[in-house]
């Protein structure tokens, strides 16, 4: 895999429904919106000397298309697929492709509290760390665990 650019940004993919944050379920996800959660990655990753690159869709296969353009242009990938993460080989898949890359999943509530079909996450297969029930805090922790994976890999040419 091609290295990428030791000032890369750590790529936050969000899957369905999370552009409803704030609105959507607020007894179970929080109040915070998807724009706070940018917000605090960034600030996360500032303190590492990254930036982000957050994003999010409904569709899974524009997921995997951006997983696809971490492999090459990101220092790694904070991942919440939603409902995805019980369902989507093709997400589980294409973050195998991502060889050497961090991938650190996360989720805002609890999946493991939640109905019994939340309880297996295909994305976990292959994440380095997964975080649950943290809230948007757990996007902090996400990226601050990212940065510090990427930081230890060689950026030599």
């Known amino acids: 895999m091609p ?6 940004p750590i790529m936050i993919l969000n899957g369905p429904n999370l552009n409803l944050l704030g609105q959507r379920q607020p007894e179970i996800y929080g109040s915070e919106t998807l724009a706070d959660i940018e917000t605090l990655c960034a600030k996360a990753a500032a303190a590492h000397g990254r930036t982000v690159d957050l994003r999010q869709s409904n569709h899974e296969g524009e997921l995997i298309d951006w997983i696809h353009e971490a492999r090459l242009h990101h220092c790694g990938i904070v991942i919440n697929p939603g409902a ?9 898949d294409a973050l195998n492709a991502c060889d050497g890359l961090p991938v650190v ?20 297969l292959r994440a380095d760390g997964v975080i649950a029930g943290c ?17 230890a890999v060689s950026t030599e040419a």
């Open 135 to 151: 809230g948007t805090q757990g996007y902090v922790f996400a990226v601050e665990r990212v940065a510090a994976l990427a930081g």
């Open 105 to 124: 999943e996360v989720h805002l509530s609890n999946i493991h509290r939640r109905e019994s079909f939340r309880h297996h996450s295909y994305v976990s």
């Open 84 to 92: 995805y993460s019980h369902t989507s080989v093709a997400i589980l």
């Open 3 to 8: 290295r990428t650019p030791a000032n890369a």
